[in-house]
Nanobody, 124 residues
Framework: QLQLVESGGGSVQPGGSLRLSCAASGVTPQYYAIGWFRQAPGKEREGVSC????????YYSDSVKGRFTTSRNNANNVIYLQMNNLKPEDTGVYYC?????????????????WGQGTLVTVSS
């Protein structure tokens, strides 16, 4: 079981950038894949990226591909989500979540541990 804490959210204008962090603690965080999910007001939570715990492979949803990049620093157990060229539709609460070893798609069920979320607002 992991404990996950997100940070780095805030307000930004369209076209701007933010970097979110997910600090992981608990049993061997480096063996867990970490997914990033977001939930816009009135909408369901959706997956946007994932980085595996085995070989560091990364995956992105079509809505963020080419603009978002996820990476991890296993020395300090922090996972990052670099978000560039932000759009108003990127607004929402962003969560990181863990699942064993490999990314398991965009469904929520495989991810057992979740952070509390950090709010990203993109508006002019």
């Amino acid at each position: 079981q992991l404990q996950l804490v997100e940070s780095g959210g805030g307000s930004v204008q369209p076209g701007g950038s933010l970097r979110l962090s997910c600090a992981a603690s608990g049993v061997t965080p480096q063996y867990y894949a970490i997914g990033w999910f977001r939930q816009a007001p009135g909408k369901e939570r959706e997956g946007v990226s994932c980085i595996s715990g085995t070989d560091g492979s990364t995956y992105y949803s079509d809505s963020v591909k080419g603009r978002f990049t996820t990476s991890r620093n296993n020395a300090n157990n922090v996972i990052y989500l670099q978000m560039n060229n932000l759009k108003p539709e990127d607004t929402g609460v962003y969560y990181c979540a863990s699942t064993r070893l490999i990314c398991r798609g965009w469904g929520l069920d495989p991810y057992s541990d979740w952070g509390q979320g950090t709010l990203v607002t993109v508006s002019s």
